[in-house]
Structure formats: C-alpha cells, structure tokens
C-alpha cells in the first residue's frame, strides 16, 4: 500500500499512564497490525481497533496488562560462532 509517508514517519508508538487500565498503540509495522487485528479478534474485551487512519496506520486500546516490553542482551562472539556453526550443520542435514 502506497501512503506517501516515508519509512521513518511510519512509526509505532505506544502510550499509557499510571491512571488508566488501558494503554494506546498506533502502528504502521505491518506484523504488528496483523497480531493487534487477530488479538483483538480473539479477545475483543482486552483489545479493540479504534481507528484506521487510511494511510496504512492503527490505533487500538489494549488491556495495560497485556503490554510487555522484552530486552535482550546482544549475543556474545561464542554465542554467534555457535549458532552460526549449528545453522550450517542443520543446513548439511535437509
């Protein structure tokens, strides 16, 4: 879909407050759209669509409680060399 914005204006931003049980996400990332679409499909009390902007962007309210943000650590050279090498083993295989 052709919007006229360019990569850097198609942001996710996610808003909540310390009041309210609910948290605001507006996205353009395609697979987060199809995970809110689907969550809200399947949970429709925890999470409902409340606008589309026509230019590829969503917003939904979602259940506070259903927001989680994950950090990962960046992987170590061992880390790397080791999946690197059982990636092209798994390769040799099929």
Do not use: W
Request: positive net charge; glycine residues 4%.
């Amino acid at each position: 879909m052709k919007t006229g914005l360019t990569k850097k204006q198609k942001v996710t931003e996610v808003y909540y407050n310390a009041k309210d049980p609910t948290a605001e996400v507006y996205t353009h990332d395609t697979k987060l759209k199809k995970r809110l679409l689907e969550y809200a499909a399947k949970f429709p009390e925890l999470c409902q669509q409340t606008d589309d902007d026509e230019q590829g962007g969503l917003r939904f309210e979602i259940d506070k409680s259903r927001i989680s943000i994950r950090l990962t650590a960046p992987y170590s050279e061992e880390r790397k060399q080791a999946a690197s090498q059982l990636a092209r083993q798994t390769k040799n295989f099929q």
